[in-house]
């Protein structure tokens, strides 16, 4: 109701412009969206000992992703609890303790309080400042899926299981190729002059901007073309609260698909081991091998697998990134590569290269892209923006009917919706959900006491 724009316009895919670059909407963003969903910050394996942290954003708030003595990671808010400065301002490291720079309180890695400085004459001692139970404000909620760790401001946000959905099937392709799971390196971090959302919907959906937008990796002779399996016979899928493109692979076994995608049969192996028989079918029966995808908000996946031109080698890479907002025009990318921490080392050199060749910071698709939806953004932030919807409507007819239907059980073995060819079903699904959290008004703030004292 108290919306800057009418929701229904977004409802019926028609988008209103300056969604993409408008400070209001950016406010409401803060406080119902970033303040409620799960927010991926990091995985596991970038703290595999104790001690091990990084430091990640969510909004404007900082937090110690920290493994403690104890083996547990927590998300601990990096603001001290005397005066509020930040009590680790580096990236990421090994410590015991945290110290903070200003007056010299002393945290241990699981948060808790153990050192003030002058405790007796400044403070009495412990009769007059308990140090006992102080700690670092964990974040309100974090879970974790196949090692991702996600947190939530939100202290009653859902399980993040039942958040997922459907979309978990999908998130094992990328970060549960084998029993070992996936280990992450970086991130690489940027900032692009361009609206977060854009990047997620691209991420989701985008299977239209492929053919012209990155036409010039052909061209320059980087990659090879024609690919073999056919990007208009993939699909897209949307289950729970993440959606993605798919390929359509050559025909073939499931293991002759896998080795297409360049997967060595080691790996195969293990796959076919870790996946269910539904996961299975997807490749092996169905033909189908996911591509880019986003979780609901910020966080989105790519497998790829681009052929080398001038030679028989086939490099397949997963990355996974968020699309962290600092402003209405401005995002801050973080993006990370993952492999199977099992997978041979050659591979995962191999992977990485082809990694940094298509979606690092200097990534030949990544440059293609963000000169896009810098672009737009820029459009975005005027006057007549405000007076046009934009067209998010593909694969609708114009009484509402799906050009071509979801795909049944039986030709798709996964959950949720599958379409296949172009459409901007998931562009659709993401922004239904992001009104979705628009449309609740926040909750006037509860004092929870998470820590601190008094
Ligand atoms: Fe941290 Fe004073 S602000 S010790
Ligand atoms: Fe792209």
Redesign the pocket.
Known sequence: ADLPFDPADVRRGMIPAHIYNDDEVFRLECERLFSRAWIFVGHVSEVPEPGDYVVRQVLNDSFIVARGEDGQVRALFNM??????Q?CRAEMGNASHFR??????SYRNDGRLVGLPFHRDAYGGEAGFRRKGQTLLPAPALDTYNGLIFVSLDPDAPPLLDYLGGFAFYLDYYTKQSAQGIELSGPQRWRIKANWKIGAENFAGDMYHTPQTHTSVVEIGLFREPRAEKRKDGSTYWAGNGGGTTYKLPPGTLEERLRYVGYPDVMIERMRRSWSADQLDVVGRDGFMVSAASVFPNMSLVHNWPRVADSEEVLPFISIRTWQPISANETEVLSWFAVDAGAPEEFKALSYKAYLMCFGSTGMFEQDDVENWVSLTHTAGGAMARRLLLNSRMGLLADGTEITPALPKEQFAGPGEAHVGYGEYNQRHLLNRWVDYLERPATTARSVRLGGQE
Do not use: K
């Open positions: 001290c609890l005397h005066r509020g400065m009590v903070c720079p200003y007056h010299g309180w």
